[in-house]
């Protein structure tokens, strides 16, 4: 990873009043734009193959400039162009998933976030002991596919969408499959999914604290999956597993929700427990994450993932959440970055959510 000095060696050049958001046109890009300008920012788009036509329809979230690559590898080589725009990169799933954590954490220029909390992001074994550790109840794990005794679901590494994750009752079910990627299996949990949106502030001393800073709950969300939310209205998955079809967990698409209120108190300690174990494994988490839950008929709450920085189900709260309205209107998470950024140039803390 490269050195948190040589980032703020870079920081420490830039005109911080004149500060450029840049992230990969992709995932949560509009709002992360949209929330930049609101803040005052000039922001950057990072395109892939060509200049994207359709932030014109959306003059609010169109970046004031683009930069367009063939590939996404060829990000480290625009290095010294983001510098000259005082950039500072939002890293976002496509951004993290197409270019490799490992080449992300590698690119000299001052980004949001640790990057250190990227590698227990992308290894589901590190982020099962992150969780785990903090007193996080998670799915029933099973090391060995010939042990499968109920329905699970397998899981690949990565921020892919849902892209190839599968149901299986037994082994057999599995070897229909036989992934050849890293996977993992988790029990599959009855219940409604909620994905809640948080964001950690190690610079706001007001609000739900923490040891350090303060934690706040941005928004939920459900998403849309094809073809394994529809497949009810034509047969019974095992039925259509004759004809030769199988389920998929695309995600197409995501639908604000609320939780009931009673809820409330366990959703934030929950939040409070995994940003606290993040100070002792890598020197803490900072700004948004997700945890990904199910919540069963007895209201236990069971965590099958996290996400360690934006995720897509934001995009439904742009113009603010039913929580966060309570905090802020108009408040989205790709605001409540940029937000952060511009409190902590004022303050001359930058260095504090920059690495």
């Not at 990072?46 to 359709?54: D, L, N, Q, V």
């Not at 590190?126 to 550790?133: D, G, H, M, T, V």
């Not at 001393?205 to 969300?221: I, R, V």
Request: hydrophobic share 40%; aromatic share 10%; with cysteine.
């Amino acid at each position: 990873m490269v050195p948190k000095k040589k980032i703020l060696d870079i920081l420490g050049a830039y005109d911080l009043k004149n500060l450029t958001i840049a992230t990969v046109c992709s995932h949560s890009s509009l709002q992360i734009f949209h929330g930049a300008r609101k803040e005052g920012f000039k922001t950057l788009g990072i395109a892939i193959g060509r200049e994207p036509k359709f932030y014109g329809a959306f003059p609010l979230a169109k970046p004031d400039k683009f930069m367009v690559l063939n590939s996404y590898q060829e990000i480290p080589d625009i290095v010294e162009k983001l510098k000259e725009e005082n950039a500072v990169i939002i890293p976002h799933g496509s951004f993290v998933e197409y270019l490799g954590h490992k080449k992300f954490e590698e690119l000299e220029i001052p980004t949001f976030g640790n990057r250190a909390v990227l590698e227990w992001e992308s290894d589901r074994e590190k982020s099962r002991q992150w969780l785990e550790s903090a007193g996080i109840e998670m799915p029933m794990k099973f090391d060995d596919p010939r042990k499968i005794d109920r329905p699970v679901l397998v899981k690949f590494y990565g921020a892919k969408g849902g892209k190839g994750f599968f149901i299986a009752k037994n082994y057999e079910e599995f070897m229909a499959v036989n992934p050849q990627e890293r996977y993992t299996i988790q029990e599959y949990v009855i219940g409604t999914r909620y994905y809640i949106h948080y964001f950690y502030s190690p610079i706001k001393e007001e609000g739900y604290k923490l040891s350090k800073g303060t934690l706040e709950l941005l928004g939920m969300d459900r998403r849309d999956e094809a073809n394994i939310d529809e497949v009810y209205k034509v047969g019974s998955i095992e039925r259509l597993r004759e004809l030769g079809w199988r389920q998929t967990f695309v995600v197409t698409g995501n639908v604000e929700v609320v939780m009931r209120e009673s809820l409330l108190p366990k959703v934030l300690e929950m939040g409070e427990k995994v940003v606290e174990r993040s100070f002792q494994l890598f020197g803490g988490m900072i700004g948004p994450f997700c945890l990904e839950t199910i919540v069963t008929d007895e209201l236990k709450i069971k965590v099958f993932e996290i996400s360690a920085r934006i995720v897509a189900g934001t995009n439904v709260a742009v113009g603010g959440s039913p929580y966060s309205e309570l905090v802020e209107p108009g408040m989205s998470t790709g605001r409540r970055i940029a937000r952060e950024i511009k409190i902590a140039a004022e303050k001359h803390r930058l260095e504090e959510i920059i690495s």
